[in-house]
Nanobody, 120 residues
Framework: QVQLIESGGRLVQAGDSLRLSCTGSEDTFSWYAMGWFRQAPGKEREFVATIDWTGGDVDYADSVKGRFTITRDNAGHTMYLQMTNLKPEDTGLYYC?????????????WGQGTQVTVSS
């Protein structure tokens, strides 16, 4: 079973940048597609970005395209989400997920989340 731990969330101002990290517990980390999701207060959890096991195929939600970049370091069992030009609507609890397959859709494993708050 893969355990995932997110970090990097904090309070920032609109227009700032922030990098989130997600570290996996297993050497099999590289087998999994990885993804980021977020949940704002009172809203459903939504897809943010996903990356395949090679790191060569990525996909983003329209709301973050051009501002967020997902990458991974398989040797270090870590995935990243570089976020730039943050907006108040990016506020939420950010979760990472792992799934066997070309990308994350439902998530086989989930982390506990890291809070990102963007003030206007």
């Amino acid at each position: 079973q893969v355990q995932l731990i997110e970090s990097g969330g904090r309070l920032v101002q609109a227009g700032d940048s922030l990098r989130l990290s997600c570290t996996g517990s297993e050497d099999t980390f590289s087998w999994y597609a990885m993804g980021w999701f977020r949940q704002a207060p009172g809203k459903e959890r939504e897809f943010v970005a996903t990356i395949d096991w090679t790191g060569g195929d990525v996909d983003y939600a329209d709301s973050v395209k051009g501002r967020f970049t997902i990458t991974r370091d398989n040797a270090g069992h870590t995935m990243y989400l570089q976020m730039t030009n943050l907006k108040p609507e990016d506020t939420g609890l950010y979760y990472c997920a792992a799934e066997l397959g070309p990308k994350v859709t439902k998530g086989d494993y989930w982390g506990q989340g890291t809070q990102v708050t963007v003030s206007s």
